[in-house]
């Protein structure tokens, strides 16, 4: 079996999709799972979305084991057999992985003997974009698959293979992308007097934003404002510009400071655009909410890598990547760990990263003892 879903693995891997492109992606995980009878499958969902439903008995507690379909606009540098064959497309984050884990679920469930229970294997969209998880919650048809509880794990280069990581109320931060852009009045570039060019004021606004960061991980007013993109003029020597533009992505613990922290970012930029009489434009986008773990589903997580033997890491402080699991946690109760990929292994988002199938047995193990507890606990 384990054969079986390295050779899946790698060829999601070979064949990636962007978020809301997943169709062959998802028609993969379709074939796969069909072999070990669901009792139902819902395809479509939030667009390219699929659960996979097992019933046992009368189900009075439903939990969801959910994973993400979607690669990322990276172009692969890796020379292995299995490397992505779209240029600029490629599994960076380890989606690949965490298919086949949660699709590695359907051989035991076929023949397991719960009692009273639903099982839902999630294979969500869009995760990197933020619109997966609130375009599933939309669908009409996840309705019928509500969950009781809800689980996920993510794959982290730089903890030891197979360690199974752990953190408090949060596992992510909350997360929220601005682009800003600036309007003045063009000039000849001899007479930059008689215009309004933005230079000076995005020069600004970097420095201010600078000044405001909190990089203490540790400190309940952490925030994280990172530069991304920022434009101005064209290569025309003869024009001094009259538009810019800056991008940032914040980063916070709690929704409450990330609201604060976006209330203080306007503030600023309303001050400099009217010192230096630029007209403003701001427009937030890609939210991504924290993923609050929720008390009991840590306690099962946690209980879960000791009955296995896997060693565990109680981390004090949250993650500073952003994750649309969120969306579910904000709803639901659930919980999201951590599986070690290797000290070694490049970082996500590293255009030589690949997810390490040495780990898929262990996320197997874990999802298999969560599904089980959480049943017993109930």
Request: charged share 20%; glycine share 6%; aromatic share 10%.
């Amino acid at each position: 079996m384990i054969q079986q879903l390295v050779a899946l693995r790698r060829e999601i891997h070979r064949f990636p999709e962007l978020s809301g492109l997943e169709f062959e992606t998802a028609q993969r995980i379709v074939n796969f799972l069909l072999p070990f009878e669901p009792d139902q499958v819902i395809t479509d969902l939030g667009t390219t979305g699929v659960a996979a439903v097992y019933d046992f008995g009368d189900p009075e507690t439903t939990i969801m084991i959910r994973c993400e379909l979607d690669a990322l606009p990276i172009q692969e540098v890796n020379t292995f057999e299995y490397r992505s064959v779209t240029d600029s497309v490629s599994h960076k984050c380890g989606h690949d992985g965490h298919m086949v884990i949660v699709a590695g679920l359907a051989e035991w469930l076929q023949n397991a003997s719960l009692e009273n229970a639903r099982v839902v294997l999630l294979f969500q969209p869009a995760e990197e974009t933020g619109e997966g998880a609130p375009g599933i919650l939309a669908d009409e048809n996840f309705e019928q698959i509500i969950p009781d509880y809800i689980f996920a794990l993510h794959n982290l280069p730089g903890f030891p293979m197979h360690q199974i990581v752990t953190t408090g109320s949060e596992f992510t931060a909350t997360v929220q992308s601005v682009s800003i852009s600036l309007h003045g009045k063009e000039s000849h570039a001899a007479e930059p007097e008689n215009g309004l060019n933005p230079a000076l004021a995005l020069a600004e606004l970097i420095n201010r934003y600078n000044d405001i960061v909190v990089n203490d991980i540790n400190s309940e007013d952490f925030a994280l404002i990172t530069p991304v993109y920022s434009s101005m003029g064209t290569k025309d020597y003869g024009v001094s510009p009259a538009d810019g533009e800056l991008h940032l992505t914040i980063r916070t613990w709690t929704p409450k400071e990330m609201d604060a922290l976006m209330k203080e970012i306007e503030s600023i930029a309303q001050d400099v655009a009217l010192k230096h009489s630029l007209k403003l434009e701001m427009l937030w986008f890609d939210y991504f909410s924290a993923t609050k773990n929720d008390p009991f589903c840590n306690t099962i997580i946690k209980e879960s890598a000791k009955e296995n033997g896997f060693q565990l890491n109680q981390r004090q402080h949250p993650f500073k990547f952003g994750e649309d699991f969120g969306v579910f946690t904000q709803r639901y109760p659930g919980a999201m760990f951590g599986l070690g990929s290797g000290e070694k292994t490049p970082a996500l988002h590293n255009p030589d990263y690949d997810f390490r199938d040495e780990i898929i047995e262990t996320g197997i193990a874990m999802f298999k003892e969560i599904i089980l507890k959480t049943l017993a606990n109930r």
